[in-house]
């Protein structure tokens, strides 16, 4: 297959469910390398690299979030939303992290949620905290692999109105895997994904 994704595009990927959806975008996220093939970032040949310059591109760039939220269940909302930050190269102070981070919770509507634990959460607000997460360290490109798989109509919609925000606000690049019909109705592009080959939506 043969790819190329514009910075601030906006992009679903359809296919029957082990077509490689989430392969590919694991590829694109940098957290799996093909094995034939090459990926290119800006331009720079990437797929090479040592696993130390590997990670450090996938923090600095990359924002992930998952069907099943993948929160740190003793670890409270504030201090999910922390993880990337202390792992970041350019370091923040605590007062920096404190008020990027109730920034990003205000902006999702988890005012107030900055103590609790995941287990106390709604699906819905589970995801929010888990896409605060993904954006604290300000990443160019957001992969979502099945965001809505989990959750109930009114909190899909929820969510895919905060990417689409998300989206516009910094010309974010969203990548989205999916089988949910209703994630169309927001993106750009559309691409289906069968056994190796895409094929876009015109
Ligand atoms: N680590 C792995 N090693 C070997 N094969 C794998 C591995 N991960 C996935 N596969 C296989 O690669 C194919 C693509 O899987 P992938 O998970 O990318 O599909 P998908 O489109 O995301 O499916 P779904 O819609 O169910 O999430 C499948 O045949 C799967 O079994
Ligand atoms: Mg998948």
């Known amino acids: 297959m043969d790819l190329k994704i514009d910075k601030g595009d906006f992009i679903a990927f359809y296919g029957r469910s082990g077509s490689g959806k989430s392969t590919l975008l694991n590829m694109i996220g940098l957290v799996d390398r093909p094995t034939s093939g090459e990926i290119t970032l800006e331009g720079n040949k990437i797929n090479t690299l040592s696993d130390d310059k590997y990670a450090f591109i996938r923090n600095k760039y990359v924002g992930f979030i998952f069907q099943d939220f993948?929160?740190?269940?003793?670890?409270?909302?504030?201090?999910?939303?922390?993880?990337?930050?202390?792992?970041?190269?350019?370091?923040?102070?605590?007062?920096?992290?404190?008020?990027?981070?109730?920034?990003?919770?205000?902006?999702?509507?988890?005012?107030?949620?900055?103590?609790?634990?995941?287990?106390?959460?709604?699906?819905?607000?589970?995801?929010?905290?888990a896409i605060a997460r993904a954006l604290v360290n300000q990443p160019k490109l957001l992969l979502a692999d099945e965001p809505t798989g989990n959750l109930d109509k009114s909190s899909a919609e929820d969510v895919m109105k905060m990417i689409t925000q998300i989206h516009k606000e910094n010309e974010t690049t969203v990548v989205i895997a999916t089988h949910d019909p209703h994630i169309k109705e927001y993106v750009n592009r559309v691409i289906y994904v069968d056994e190796g080959f895409l094929r876009e939506e015109e």
């Open 70 to 129: 993948k929160l740190i269940e003793d670890m409270t909302v504030y201090e999910n939303v922390e993880v990337p930050l202390l792992f970041a190269k350019e370091k923040l102070s605590y007062m920096e992290r404190r008020t990027r981070i109730a920034e990003l919770l205000k902006k999702l509507g988890l005012e107030g949620k900055d103590t609790a634990f995941p287990d106390e959460l709604s699906g819905g607000q589970k995801q929010r905290v």
